[in-house]
C-alpha cells in the first residue's frame, strides 16, 4: 500500500511530449485503480491533441485493473487526437501486453528517446 502524497508516476516534459514514468514496481497489489486513473488523468491533463509517453522501466508487475485503467487513458488521448506509447517494459510486463493481444493495438519502444523520437515526427 503507497502511503498519502506518495505519487504513482513521475511526470516530466521532454521536446513537447509527456513522459509519465511508473514509480512503482507492482501495478496492482494493493494498490487504488480509481486512484491510479486520478493521477493519469491529471498527469495527462485536457490538452488538445497530447503527446505522450508511458515509461514502465520500473513496473515488473501489472495486474488487470491498472491495464484497463491505461487502455482508458489511451482513449482518452487518443480521442483528443493526440498520441500516445508505451516505453522500457520488461519482458514480463511486455508478455501481459502480448497474451491480451494488446500489442496489436499500441505502440512500444525499447527506450524512452526512441519513444520520444517516434512521437516527434
Known amino acids: 500500500m503507497r502511503s498519502a502524497g506518495e505519487r ?3 511526470l516530466t516534459v521532454k521536446g513537447g511530449v509527456k513522459v509519465l514514468t511508473f514509480q512503482r514496481r507492482d501495478l ?3 494498490m487504488s485503480v480509481d486512484a491510479f486513473i486520478s493521477e493519469l488523468r491529471q498527469a495527462v491533463g485536457e490538452e488538445a491533441k497530447p503527446r ?3 515509461n514502465l522501466e520500473n513496473v515488473a508487475y501489472i ?3 491498472p491495464m484497463g485503467a491505461l487502455i ?3 482513449k ?3 480521442a483528443a487526437g493526440g498520441e500516445i506509447c508505451f516505453c522500457a517494459l520488461s519482458p514480463y510486463v511486455f508478455d501481459a501486453f502480448r497474451v491480451t493481444k ?3 493495438v499500441f505502440e512500444f519502444h525499447p527506450s524512452e528517446e526512441e519513444a520520444i523520437q517516434a512521437l516527434g515526427k
Request: glycine share 20%; aromatic share 0%.
Open 52 to 54: 505522450v509517453v508511458l
Open 76 to 78: 482518452r488521448v487518443r
Open 72 to 74: 482508458g487513458l489511451c
Open 28 to 30: 496492482g497489489m494493493g
Open 8 to 10: 504513482l508516476l513521475l
Open 63 to 65: 495486474s488487470s485493473g
Open 102 to 104: 494488446l500489442h496489436q
